[in-house]
């Protein structure tokens, strides 16, 4: 299991987990931001790679040009540029 672990930028989350298995995501942890939709994120994410996670939340806009989807997506594209 490896771990994907980033602070995300101008969105009320602050700190997002994503742990994954051959880039298969078993566990996403997104600390503060609206719990309900952070929760519902996380849940949705489990099971999918990382790669199809990136595609589908990358370009998603909440308030000044990102949101914790996108930023989540920032996040993961981040980690694969450096494999």
Known sequence: METIH???QNVCSVEM???HEDGI????NI???CR?????LAALLVGMTLEEAVK??????CRNGTSCPDQ????????????
Do not use: C, D, M, S
Not at 25 to 28: C, F, G
Not at 72 to 81: M, N, P, V
């Open 6 to 8: 980033f602070y995300p």
């Open 17 to 19: 987990t994503v742990e």
């Open 25 to 28: 995501i078993k566990k996403v």
């Open 31 to 33: 600390v503060r931001g």
């Open 36 to 40: 309900g939709n952070t929760q519902g």
């Open 56 to 61: 589908r939340l990358e370009g998603i806009q």
């Open 72 to 83: 989540l997506a920032k996040g993961i594209k981040k980690h694969l540029a450096k494999q």
